[in-house]
Protein backbone atom coordinates (compact mmCIF):
# COMPACT_ATOMS: atom_id res chain seq x y z
CA UNK A 1 0.00 0.00 0.00
CA UNK A 2 1.36 3.40 -0.95
CA UNK A 3 1.77 5.93 1.27
CA UNK A 4 -1.58 7.99 1.91
CA UNK A 5 -2.26 12.10 1.51
CA UNK A 6 -2.69 13.07 4.94
CA UNK A 7 -6.04 14.66 3.81
CA UNK A 8 -6.88 11.49 2.72
CA UNK A 9 -5.65 9.27 5.76
CA UNK A 10 -7.50 12.11 8.03
CA UNK A 11 -10.83 11.63 5.98
CA UNK A 12 -10.48 7.76 5.99
CA UNK A 13 -10.22 7.45 9.99
CA UNK A 14 -13.00 9.86 10.52
CA UNK A 15 -15.62 7.72 8.29
CA UNK A 16 -14.42 4.49 9.80
CA UNK A 17 -13.23 4.81 13.47
CA UNK A 18 -15.75 5.76 15.46
CA UNK A 19 -13.00 6.95 17.95
CA UNK A 20 -11.57 9.03 15.54
CA UNK A 21 -14.57 10.65 14.17
CA UNK A 22 -15.52 12.01 17.91
CA UNK A 23 -11.92 13.38 18.47
CA UNK A 24 -11.87 15.24 15.20
CA UNK A 25 -15.36 16.20 15.64
CA UNK A 26 -14.82 19.88 16.28
CA UNK A 27 -12.50 20.24 13.54
CA UNK A 28 -13.44 21.43 9.93
CA UNK A 29 -14.05 18.80 7.21
CA UNK A 30 -10.87 19.48 5.73
CA UNK A 31 -7.39 19.20 7.28
CA UNK A 32 -4.76 20.49 6.04
CA UNK A 33 -1.64 20.47 8.34
CA UNK A 34 -0.78 17.83 10.72
CA UNK A 35 -0.15 19.72 13.59
CA UNK A 36 -4.29 21.06 12.96
CA UNK A 37 -4.63 17.61 15.21
CA UNK A 38 -4.97 17.08 18.73
CA UNK A 39 -2.46 14.54 20.40
CA UNK A 40 -4.33 11.41 20.78
CA UNK A 41 -5.52 10.80 24.37
CA UNK A 42 -3.79 7.59 25.49
CA UNK A 43 -6.12 6.55 28.21
CA UNK A 44 -9.34 6.97 25.51
CA UNK A 45 -7.44 5.53 22.80
CA UNK A 46 -7.06 2.07 24.77
CA UNK A 47 -10.39 2.34 26.46
CA UNK A 48 -11.86 2.16 22.57
CA UNK A 49 -9.35 -0.23 21.48
CA UNK A 50 -11.03 -3.37 23.39
CA UNK A 51 -11.04 -6.57 22.34
CA UNK A 52 -14.56 -6.56 22.37
CA UNK A 53 -17.22 -3.41 21.44
CA UNK A 54 -13.76 -1.81 19.90
CA UNK A 55 -14.41 1.59 18.30
CA UNK A 56 -11.22 2.28 17.38
CA UNK A 57 -10.42 0.00 14.42
CA UNK A 58 -11.56 0.94 11.18
CA UNK A 59 -12.88 -2.26 9.73
CA UNK A 60 -14.22 -5.64 11.53
CA UNK A 61 -11.64 -7.85 12.67
CA UNK A 62 -11.86 -10.37 10.05
CA UNK A 63 -8.25 -10.34 8.58
CA UNK A 64 -5.04 -9.14 11.00
CA UNK A 65 -2.13 -10.39 13.46
CA UNK A 66 -3.01 -9.63 17.03
CA UNK A 67 -0.11 -8.52 19.14
CA UNK A 68 0.22 -7.36 23.05
CA UNK A 69 1.80 -4.90 24.43
CA UNK A 70 1.53 -3.01 28.00
CA UNK A 71 2.67 -5.47 29.77
CA UNK A 72 5.25 -3.84 32.25
CA UNK A 73 2.80 -0.91 33.02
CA UNK A 74 -0.57 -1.58 33.28
CA UNK A 75 -3.21 -3.47 31.81
CA UNK A 76 -2.51 -5.07 28.35
CA UNK A 77 -3.25 -3.37 25.30
CA UNK A 78 -3.68 -4.94 21.86
CA UNK A 79 -1.98 -4.02 18.35
CA UNK A 80 -3.81 -4.84 14.92
CA UNK A 81 -1.82 -5.37 11.40
CA UNK A 82 -3.14 -6.54 8.39
CA UNK A 83 -0.97 -8.87 6.51
CA UNK A 84 -0.49 -6.36 4.05
CA UNK A 85 0.33 -3.34 6.62
CA UNK A 86 2.66 -6.26 8.36
CA UNK A 87 4.30 -7.03 5.50
CA UNK A 88 5.24 -3.22 4.81
CA UNK A 89 6.49 -3.14 8.73
CA UNK A 90 8.62 -5.49 8.54
CA UNK A 91 9.57 -4.71 5.20
CA UNK A 92 10.75 -1.41 6.05
CA UNK A 93 12.49 -2.36 9.19
CA UNK A 94 14.48 -4.94 7.59
CA UNK A 95 15.75 -2.72 5.19
CA UNK A 96 16.86 -0.63 8.36
CA UNK A 97 19.01 -3.32 9.47
CA UNK A 98 21.54 -2.23 6.74
CA UNK A 99 22.58 1.02 8.80
CA UNK A 100 22.46 -1.10 12.15
CA UNK A 101 25.22 -3.30 10.44
CA UNK A 102 24.05 -6.65 9.08
CA UNK A 103 26.00 -7.53 6.27
CA UNK A 104 24.95 -10.41 2.96
CA UNK A 105 25.43 -14.13 4.55
CA UNK A 106 25.01 -13.21 8.43
CA UNK A 107 23.87 -15.64 10.67
CA UNK A 108 21.69 -13.97 12.67
CA UNK A 109 19.88 -15.28 16.13
CA UNK A 110 16.92 -13.68 17.05
CA UNK A 111 17.18 -14.18 21.03
CA UNK A 112 14.15 -11.76 21.77
CA UNK A 113 10.60 -13.04 23.54
CA UNK A 114 7.86 -15.33 21.58
CA UNK A 115 4.37 -16.14 22.55
CA UNK A 116 1.52 -14.97 24.15
CA UNK A 117 0.96 -12.04 22.03
CA UNK A 118 4.32 -11.00 22.53
CA UNK A 119 5.47 -9.37 18.95
CA UNK A 120 9.48 -8.85 19.24
CA UNK A 121 10.72 -12.59 18.28
CA UNK A 122 8.31 -12.94 15.17
CA UNK A 123 8.98 -8.98 13.88
CA UNK A 124 12.77 -9.38 13.95
CA UNK A 125 12.76 -12.84 12.35
CA UNK A 126 10.06 -11.16 9.68
CA UNK A 127 12.32 -8.63 9.34
CA UNK A 128 15.15 -10.22 8.86
CA UNK A 129 13.35 -12.09 6.31
CA UNK A 130 12.12 -9.17 4.09
CA UNK A 131 16.00 -7.56 4.56
CA UNK A 132 17.53 -6.99 0.96
CA UNK A 133 20.47 -8.81 1.76
CA UNK A 134 21.00 -12.48 2.65
CA UNK A 135 21.20 -13.96 6.00
CA UNK A 136 20.95 -17.15 7.74
CA UNK A 137 18.36 -16.79 10.79
CA UNK A 138 18.30 -19.01 13.88
CA UNK A 139 15.23 -18.28 15.66
CA UNK A 140 16.62 -19.14 19.24
CA UNK A 141 13.78 -17.14 21.21
CA UNK A 142 14.99 -15.97 24.98
CA UNK A 143 13.51 -18.44 27.12
CA UNK A 144 16.10 -21.11 26.07
CA UNK A 145 18.15 -22.65 28.68
CA UNK A 146 21.54 -20.35 28.43
CA UNK A 147 23.30 -23.32 27.78
CA UNK A 148 21.45 -24.61 24.97
CA UNK A 149 21.87 -20.85 23.30
CA UNK A 150 25.66 -20.83 23.70
CA UNK A 151 26.28 -23.92 21.67
CA UNK A 152 24.10 -23.47 19.11
CA UNK A 153 25.70 -19.66 19.05
CA UNK A 154 29.27 -21.31 19.05
CA UNK A 155 27.99 -24.73 16.57
CA UNK A 156 26.83 -22.15 13.98
CA UNK A 157 29.53 -19.50 14.32
CA UNK A 158 27.03 -16.56 14.75
CA UNK A 159 27.93 -13.71 13.55
CA UNK A 160 25.27 -11.43 15.01
CA UNK A 161 22.58 -11.93 17.80
CA UNK A 162 20.03 -9.66 18.72
CA UNK A 163 17.57 -9.14 21.28
CA UNK A 164 16.87 -6.97 24.64
CA UNK A 165 20.22 -5.86 26.27
CA UNK A 166 18.85 -7.93 29.59
CA UNK A 167 18.69 -10.77 27.60
CA UNK A 168 22.34 -10.07 26.36
CA UNK A 169 23.61 -9.30 29.58
CA UNK A 170 22.29 -12.41 31.60
CA UNK A 171 23.80 -14.44 28.34
CA UNK A 172 26.86 -12.64 28.48
CA UNK A 173 27.37 -13.25 32.33
CA UNK A 174 26.20 -17.11 32.55
CA UNK A 175 28.81 -17.15 30.13
CA UNK A 176 31.69 -15.45 31.89
CA UNK A 177 30.73 -17.03 35.09
CA UNK A 178 31.32 -20.72 32.88
CA UNK A 179 34.77 -19.30 31.84
CA UNK A 180 33.37 -19.54 28.18
CA UNK A 181 33.52 -16.61 25.16
CA UNK A 182 31.89 -16.20 21.93
CA UNK A 183 34.94 -14.36 19.77
CA UNK A 184 32.90 -15.34 16.14
CA UNK A 185 30.63 -12.60 17.13
CA UNK A 186 31.03 -9.31 15.28
CA UNK A 187 27.50 -7.44 16.19
CA UNK A 188 24.96 -7.29 18.93
CA UNK A 189 21.90 -6.09 18.02
CA UNK A 190 19.65 -4.76 20.68
CA UNK A 191 15.79 -3.32 21.10
CA UNK A 192 12.98 -3.02 23.51
CA UNK A 193 14.72 -0.68 25.79
CA UNK A 194 18.08 1.30 26.52
CA UNK A 195 21.47 -0.30 26.75
CA UNK A 196 23.43 1.60 29.16
CA UNK A 197 27.28 2.11 28.91
CA UNK A 198 27.93 0.70 32.53
CA UNK A 199 26.82 -3.11 30.49
CA UNK A 200 29.39 -2.63 28.11
CA UNK A 201 32.04 -4.08 29.70
CA UNK A 202 29.98 -7.41 30.78
CA UNK A 203 29.47 -8.01 27.31
CA UNK A 204 32.84 -7.49 25.97
CA UNK A 205 33.68 -10.01 28.52
CA UNK A 206 31.24 -12.80 26.87
CA UNK A 207 31.67 -11.16 23.51
CA UNK A 208 35.14 -10.02 23.13
CA UNK A 209 34.96 -9.02 19.01
CA UNK A 210 31.30 -7.75 19.26
CA UNK A 211 30.29 -4.21 18.77
CA UNK A 212 26.56 -3.23 20.62
CA UNK A 213 24.34 -1.75 18.37
CA UNK A 214 20.62 -0.36 17.81
CA UNK A 215 18.59 -2.84 16.05
CA UNK A 216 16.29 0.39 15.23
CA UNK A 217 13.52 1.70 17.10
CA UNK A 218 10.13 0.66 16.60
CA UNK A 219 7.13 -0.62 19.13
CA UNK A 220 3.88 -2.85 18.41
CA UNK A 221 1.38 -0.15 19.02
CA UNK A 222 3.91 2.51 17.75
CA UNK A 223 5.06 1.24 14.71
CA UNK A 224 8.10 2.05 12.52
CA UNK A 225 10.02 4.93 14.73
CA UNK A 226 13.24 5.30 13.46
CA UNK A 227 16.28 3.55 11.96
CA UNK A 228 19.55 2.83 13.13
CA UNK A 229 22.31 4.98 12.25
CA UNK A 230 26.06 4.24 12.08
CA UNK A 231 28.22 6.19 14.74
CA UNK A 232 29.21 6.67 18.54
CA UNK A 233 25.81 6.94 19.84
CA UNK A 234 23.30 4.38 20.06
CA UNK A 235 20.34 6.39 20.44
CA UNK A 236 20.25 8.61 17.77
CA UNK A 237 17.90 6.97 15.23
CA UNK A 238 16.56 8.48 11.64
CA UNK A 239 13.03 8.70 11.23
CA UNK A 240 11.30 6.14 8.98
CA UNK A 241 10.48 8.87 6.31
CA UNK A 242 8.05 8.20 4.02
CA UNK A 243 6.23 6.14 6.00
CA UNK A 244 5.51 7.87 9.33
CA UNK A 245 6.08 11.61 10.51
CA UNK A 246 8.29 12.33 13.90
CA UNK A 247 7.15 14.73 15.75
CA UNK A 248 8.88 16.06 19.41
CA UNK A 249 6.49 18.19 21.42
CA UNK A 250 7.22 20.83 23.93
CA UNK A 251 6.29 19.61 27.26
CA UNK A 252 4.74 23.15 28.15
CA UNK A 253 3.17 24.01 25.07
CA UNK A 254 2.66 20.76 23.08
CA UNK A 255 4.06 22.62 20.09
CA UNK A 256 6.48 20.84 17.87
CA UNK A 257 9.71 21.76 18.51
CA UNK A 258 11.85 22.83 15.69
CA UNK A 259 15.41 23.37 17.41
CA UNK A 260 18.45 20.64 17.86
CA UNK A 261 19.31 19.47 21.74
CA UNK A 262 15.35 20.76 23.07
CA UNK A 263 13.68 18.04 24.98
CA UNK A 264 10.08 17.17 24.42
CA UNK A 265 8.11 13.96 24.15
CA UNK A 266 7.85 11.78 21.03
CA UNK A 267 4.87 11.67 18.91
CA UNK A 268 4.35 9.42 15.56
CA UNK A 269 1.77 9.35 12.85
CA UNK A 270 1.84 6.46 10.18
CA UNK A 271 1.10 7.04 6.60
CA UNK A 272 0.41 3.86 6.09
CA UNK A 273 -1.89 2.18 8.50
CA UNK A 274 -5.67 2.00 7.94
CA UNK A 275 -7.14 -0.82 10.48
CA UNK A 276 -5.61 1.03 13.77
CA UNK A 277 -4.84 4.63 12.26
CA UNK A 278 -1.95 6.00 14.50
CA UNK A 279 -2.14 9.56 13.90
CA UNK A 280 -0.42 11.97 16.35
CA UNK A 281 0.34 8.64 18.96
CA UNK A 282 2.52 9.31 21.93
CA UNK A 283 5.33 6.74 21.82
CA UNK A 284 6.31 7.10 25.30
CA UNK A 285 9.46 8.14 25.26
CA UNK A 286 11.08 11.46 25.51
CA UNK A 287 13.59 12.94 22.82
CA UNK A 288 15.50 15.43 21.09
CA UNK A 289 16.39 16.51 18.07
CA UNK A 290 20.08 16.11 16.45
CA UNK A 291 19.64 17.26 13.03
CA UNK A 292 15.95 17.75 12.52
CA UNK A 293 16.38 18.33 8.58
CA UNK A 294 17.88 15.09 8.08
CA UNK A 295 14.85 13.46 10.23
CA UNK A 296 17.68 12.57 12.97
CA UNK A 297 16.67 12.62 16.71
CA UNK A 298 18.19 11.08 20.12
CA UNK A 299 16.17 9.00 22.40
CA UNK A 300 16.43 10.47 26.19
CA UNK A 301 14.36 7.39 27.86
CA UNK A 302 10.41 6.61 29.24
CA UNK A 303 8.26 9.68 29.34
CA UNK A 304 6.76 9.31 32.23
CA UNK A 305 9.13 6.43 33.92
CA UNK A 306 9.54 6.83 37.60
CA UNK A 307 8.15 6.06 41.32
CA UNK A 308 6.77 8.21 44.26
CA UNK A 309 8.09 6.64 47.46
CA UNK A 310 5.89 8.35 49.92
CA UNK A 311 5.90 11.80 49.38
CA UNK A 312 9.29 12.02 47.00
CA UNK A 313 9.38 11.55 42.95
CA UNK A 314 12.27 10.13 41.61
CA UNK A 315 12.99 8.70 37.90
CA UNK A 316 15.18 6.34 37.20
CA UNK A 317 16.98 7.65 34.55
CA UNK A 318 17.99 10.40 36.88
CA UNK A 319 19.03 7.71 39.53
CA UNK A 320 20.78 5.92 36.94
CA UNK A 321 22.75 8.60 35.95
CA UNK A 322 23.71 9.11 39.71
CA UNK A 323 24.56 5.66 39.82
CA UNK A 324 27.59 5.74 36.80
CA UNK A 325 29.19 8.56 38.30
CA UNK A 326 29.58 7.45 41.68
CA UNK A 327 30.75 4.30 39.95
CA UNK A 328 33.92 4.77 38.72
CA UNK A 329 35.48 1.33 38.45
CA UNK A 330 32.22 0.66 36.46
CA UNK A 331 31.30 -2.97 38.70
CA UNK A 332 27.47 -1.79 38.52
CA UNK A 333 25.93 -3.55 35.23
CA UNK A 334 22.34 -3.16 36.31
CA UNK A 335 20.26 -0.75 38.62
CA UNK A 336 16.36 -1.81 39.63
CA UNK A 337 14.80 0.72 41.59
CA UNK A 338 12.42 -0.93 44.24
CA UNK A 339 9.81 -0.14 46.42
CA UNK A 340 8.56 -1.62 49.68
CA UNK A 341 6.91 -0.78 52.64
CA UNK A 342 8.15 -1.48 56.24
CA UNK A 343 6.66 -0.46 59.34
CA UNK A 344 4.34 2.04 58.21
CA UNK A 345 6.35 3.54 55.61
CA UNK A 346 7.43 3.19 51.94
CA UNK A 347 11.08 2.95 51.03
CA UNK A 348 13.57 2.90 48.46
CA UNK A 349 15.64 0.10 47.90
CA UNK A 350 18.59 0.84 44.97
CA UNK A 351 19.17 -3.09 43.64
CA UNK A 352 22.62 -3.02 42.01
CA UNK A 353 24.15 -5.75 39.71
CA UNK A 354 27.42 -6.95 39.81
CA UNK A 355 29.64 -9.41 38.51
CA UNK A 356 30.39 -11.24 41.77
CA UNK A 357 28.46 -9.87 44.79
CA UNK A 358 30.82 -9.43 48.04
CA UNK A 359 31.55 -7.69 50.59
CA UNK A 360 34.21 -5.39 49.16
CA UNK A 361 31.25 -3.50 47.35
CA UNK A 362 30.11 -1.74 51.06
CA UNK A 363 32.22 1.10 50.13
CA UNK A 364 30.30 1.57 47.23
CA UNK A 365 27.13 1.05 48.38
CA UNK A 366 27.71 3.62 50.76
CA UNK A 367 29.13 6.07 47.97
CA UNK A 368 26.24 5.60 45.82
CA UNK A 369 23.51 5.87 48.55
CA UNK A 370 25.79 9.49 49.86
CA UNK A 371 25.30 10.66 46.24
CA UNK A 372 21.58 10.04 45.24
CA UNK A 373 20.83 11.72 48.46
CA UNK A 374 23.39 14.40 47.90
CA UNK A 375 21.01 14.83 44.67
CA UNK A 376 18.14 14.15 45.52
CA UNK A 377 17.88 16.12 49.12
CA UNK A 378 13.83 15.47 49.22
CA UNK A 379 14.32 11.73 50.09
CA UNK A 380 16.58 12.84 53.38
CA UNK A 381 14.62 15.54 54.38
CA UNK A 382 11.29 12.93 54.35
CA UNK A 383 13.65 10.32 55.53
CA UNK A 384 14.18 12.96 58.94
CA UNK A 385 10.53 13.42 59.11
CA UNK A 386 9.35 9.70 59.20
CA UNK A 387 7.70 10.22 55.91
CA UNK A 388 9.78 7.34 54.42
CA UNK A 389 12.29 4.48 55.59
CA UNK A 390 16.01 5.28 54.94
CA UNK A 391 17.53 4.27 51.12
CA UNK A 392 18.95 1.39 51.09
CA UNK A 393 21.19 -0.33 48.73
CA UNK A 394 21.15 -4.38 48.08
CA UNK A 395 23.41 -6.35 45.87
CA UNK A 396 22.33 -8.67 42.95
CA UNK A 397 23.85 -10.98 39.83
CA UNK A 398 22.03 -9.63 36.85
CA UNK A 399 20.54 -12.41 35.72
CA UNK A 400 18.64 -12.16 39.12
CA UNK A 401 17.26 -8.76 38.11
CA UNK A 402 13.38 -8.81 37.61
CA UNK A 403 12.13 -9.09 34.05
CA UNK A 404 9.20 -9.08 32.15
CA UNK A 405 8.21 -13.49 31.73
CA UNK A 406 6.89 -12.39 28.27
CA UNK A 407 9.28 -9.76 26.59
CA UNK A 408 12.36 -10.82 29.07
CA UNK A 409 12.97 -6.45 29.37
CA UNK A 410 14.69 -5.49 32.43
CA UNK A 411 11.64 -3.87 34.84
CA UNK A 412 13.09 -0.97 36.18
CA UNK A 413 11.06 0.08 39.04
CA UNK A 414 9.47 -3.03 41.18
CA UNK A 415 6.66 -1.98 43.11
CA UNK A 416 6.62 -4.56 46.24
CA UNK A 417 4.45 -2.99 48.44
CA UNK A 418 1.54 -4.28 49.13
CA UNK A 419 -2.21 -3.34 47.10
CA UNK A 420 -4.86 -5.46 48.68
Not at 71 to 99: D, M, N, V
Not at 392 to 417: C, F, Q
Request: contains cysteine; charged residues 25%.
Amino acid sequence: MPVQPFAELIRFARHNSPFYRELYAHLPEDVAHLTDLPVVPQTEFWRANSPRDNTLLTAPLNEAVVFRSGGTTGSPKFSYYTRTEWREFTTAFGAGLLTAGLRPGHRVADLFYAGDLYASFNFVLDSLHRSPVANVRLPLGGAAPWESTADTLEEFRVEVVAGTPTTLCSLAERLSSAGRTLPDVELLLFGGECLFGDQLPLLKAAFPHAEARSLGYASVDAGLLGEAVPGGDPRVHRAFTPHTVVEILDDETGLPIEKEGVPGRLVVTDLRRRLMPILRYPAGDRAEWVAPDEGLFRILGRAEEGVRVGPVSLYTQDVHDIVTAADAAGEVSGLQLVVRRQDGRDGLVLRLATSEVSDRHAPLAESVAREVLAQRPAYASATAAGHVNPLAVEWARHRDLAVNNRSGKLIRVVDERPHA
